[in-house]
Nanobody, 125 residues
Framework: QVQLVETGGGLAQAGGSLRLSCADAGRRFSTNDMGWFRQPPGKEREFVSAISLSTGSTYYEDSVKGRFTISTDNGKNTVYLQMNSLKTEDTAVYYC??????????????????WGQGAQVTVSS
């Protein structure tokens, strides 16, 4: 059973950095793709980034390209989202997600079967 536990997040000033971690508290990753989504206040959940655990391919939403980096450490069953040059519009609840297969639609929440509890990220000006 996949159990995703998120840590990190918190409060940062614009231009600062934060790192989110997502650990599979169950057993070693049995999924193929991992993703990060976020839900800004009053808005729908949106795609941020994804990584294929089999190929290492990474994907980013345009607004975070060059600022956010997704990575994994399979030995520790953990996926990270390093967020640099934060902007106030990055304020959101961030969710870790996992799915059992790779392929298209990595940017669609409905394609993921497992979710973390969410972590608040607040960026102040």
């Amino acid at each position: 059973q996949v159990q995703l536990v998120e840590t990190g997040g918190g409060l940062a000033q614009a231009g600062g950095s934060l790192r989110l971690s997502c650990a599979d508290a169950g057993r070693r990753f049995s999924t193929n793709d991992m993703g990060w989504f976020r839900q800004p206040p009053g808005k729908e959940r949106e795609f941020v980034s994804a990584i294929s655990l089999s190929t290492g391919s990474t994907y980013y939403e345009d607004s975070v390209k060059g600022r956010f980096t997704i990575s994994t450490d399979n030995g520790k069953n953990t996926v990270y989202l390093q967020m640099n040059s934060l902007k106030t519009e990055d304020t959101a609840v961030y969710y870790c997600a996992a799915r059992l297969y790779s392929g298209p639609y990595y940017d669609r929440a409905a394609a993921y079967q497992f979710w973390g509890q969410g972590a608040q990220v607040t960026v102040s000006s």
